[in-house]
């Protein structure tokens, strides 16, 4: 508990279409208190425009921003603190998440591995 690291995230690159594009990581589901133990601080969202934010009580993280302009491919970078996870993996099924206006939302799970000392 206590300790912090870091995973990355490859978003890929995007031909550009209209209104917001956002990827995110959920330490914690909006409207869920399934809660894995583990804490999303911060983010960094590459050189591609984006604003990064961290949700309240680190529930999560983003990489938002608005406009039609296509962008590159990225990397996502988390910042995770263990609050209480248990030791061994832990999977979050819907846990990395893209919404592209003109295109839909898709979801895919993150795998943390967590070792006792």
Not at 33 to 41: K, P, T
Not at 80 to 103: Q, W
């Amino acid at each position: 508990m206590g300790d912090v690291g870091q995973f990355r995230v490859q978003v890929p690159a995007y031909a550009g279409g209209k209104g917001r594009v956002s990827y995110a990581a959920h330490a914690l589901m909006p409207g869920s208190d399934d809660d894995r133990g583990y804490r999303f601080i911060a983010v960094v969202c590459g050189d591609a425009g984006f604003t990064p934010v961290v949700h309240y009580e680190d529930r999560g993280v983003v990489c938002s921003r608005i406009g039609q302009a296509p962008h590159a491919a990225f990397e996502m970078v988390v910042t995770v603190v263990n609050a209480d996870a248990a030791d061994g993996e832990t999977i979050m099924p819907k846990g990395l998440g893209a919404l592209v206006y003109d295109v839909g939302s898709t979801a895919a799970p993150w795998r943390i591995y967590g070792v006792a000392r």
